[in-house]
């Protein structure tokens, strides 16, 4: 992509839409839609030219571009005979969606994790009563169950990985039939 690049409406509408998503999943919209615009751009764009296609300010681009890098959604790189950086998201969907997923684990599930572990040791020397440390503790044993899983999950080989997502609620044929099992 150029700068004298247009976006097509369906390259707004999915920028706009990213945008959108991205301010539910906590995100900035603008944010979002820089990544949006990195993410569907087949070259890597300098800020002034994200600044162009999204019409949005320099200031606002550049700390876009510095939360996008630490979260490690977006990547830099330099060209010959041009001081600028230029910038491009992951390009592997796989690497992306695991990039986000890790993300989210550290800055909304973890914390999650170790505050119902407190919550419980809390609630194991007051006057709690019984009924509700119970309920806490399913509550942490759950969520620990989960990130167990998501942690062995995350560790194998991506083939393996990608076998069991291709699998899927397939399954599920071969499970007894009902919620509990």
């Known amino acids: 992509m150029s700068r004298d690049m247009h976006l097509t409406p369906a390259m707004q509408n999915f920028i706009l839409h990213w945008g ?11 944010v979002a839609q820089i990544h949006a615009l990195l993410h569907i751009s087949p070259d890597p764009l300098n800020a002034e030219e994200i600044c162009d296609l999204l019409n949005l300010a320099r200031s606002n681009v550049s700390n876009g571009l510095k939360e996008l890098q630490s979260l490690g959604m977006v990547k830099s790189q330099r060209k010959l005979g041009d001081r600028r950086d230029h910038f491009t998201s992951i390009r592997d969907m796989f690497d992306l969606t695991t990039t986000v997923i890790e993300s989210r684990r550290e800055r909304e599930y973890l914390p999650t994790l170790r505050a119902l572990e ?38 194998l080989p991506r083939a393996v990985q990608m076998a069991a997502i291709k699998l899927g609620g397939r399954i599920a044929r071969f499970l007894p039939k009902g919620k509990d099992g």
């Open 20 to 30: 959108d998503m991205g301010s539910k999943w906590g995100t900035n919209r603008s």
């Open 118 to 155: 407190d919550v419980q040791r809390e609630a194991e020397t007051d006057a709690t009563p019984p009924a509700v440390q119970e309920r806490i503790k399913e509550t942490l044993d759950t969520m620990q169950m989960f990130d167990s899983w998501y942690s062995d999950v995350s560790r």
